[in-house]
């Protein structure tokens, strides 16, 4: 396996421009379609042995999501994970941080094959039945067909459904996959590392903004947070 790359919070200059990549792409990302409730947002992890040191944090900074939100009539968001032997669960709309905090806490990571094809899927059908502001995955392999998931993903861009792309670490051939899938989706890609937990955390929260209340909320959010989700108000303008 290729040695991975260094986290994007770093300091050297390829790293910052790839944060900047992303932010512009979230800005640029066309404002959810709203209906109404409130805002739908799938988050979609892979459980997999390989997560296991790093998912008790993303408990916490996923269950984060929701407190940046609140003022914006709220936001839904369902959890899906793959793990195991052709293992697929997706939880019932939540509402509630702590609900979604206890559902990602009581999954254990199992050693399995990735499975991001059935989350793909899971966002289409998702969209078919309500309208869905954004996808979230959050993962660091992919063991799977390209072309496969690159159809989905293209029909999630024609479905307006943005698929933002967590890399977690470096691995070359999953981070040409995952680019891709952002990009036919119409969505972003970002890698991290577990030194970027916080600014993982803060983008997080930026693009459930956008899934909840569009791009004004957004530029709202940016001025008040500041730090990565104030450069992402800039691109706004």
């Known amino acids: ?7 994007l919070p770093a300091a050297d200059s390829s790293n910052i421009s790839d944060i900047d990549r992303f932010l512009r792409k979230v800005a640029a990302t066309p ?15 892979d459980a997999t042995a390989s997560r296991e040191p790093s998912w ?10 929701f407190a940046q939100t609140a003022a914006l009539g709220g936001l839904s968001v369902q959890l899906a994970y793959f793990r195991g032997f052709n293992e697929f669960r997706a939880t019932k709309w939540l509402s509630s941080p702590g609900r979604l905090v206890r ?32 996808l979230v995955f959050v993962g660091d392999a992919m063991e799977e067909n390209v072309d496969d998931l690159c159809a989905l993903a293209g029909e999630l861009g024609m479905l307006k459904v943005p698929a933002f792309m967590f890399h977690e670490g470096g691995e ?37 903004v956008y899934a909840a ?13 500041g730090g990565a989700a104030l450069q992402i108000s800039h691109q706004l303008k």
Not at 172 to 201: T, W
């Open 213 to 225: 209340g569009g791009r004004r909320a957004l530029a709202d959010y940016g001025k008040r947070q």
């Open 31 to 45: 404002t959810p379609l709203k209906g109404k409730g409130k805002g739908r947002l799938l988050f979609a992890m």
């Open 103 to 134: 559902h990602m806490s009581a999954v254990r990571c199992l050693g399995g094959h990735t499975q991001i094809r059935k989350v793909l899927k899971h966002a289409i059908r998702e969209c078919k039945t309500e309208r869905l502001g954004a």
């Open 172 to 208: 070359r051939e999953s981070s040409l996959a995952f680019r891709q899938i952002a990009r036919l989706s119409g969505g972003a890609y970002l890698q991290f590392d577990a030194s970027s937990a916080a600014q993982l955390k803060n983008l997080l929260s930026a693009v459930a």
């Open 1 to 7: 396996m290729p040695d991975r790359e260094k986290g």
């Open 56 to 65: 008790d944090r993303a408990c916490q900074i996923q269950g984060e999501m």
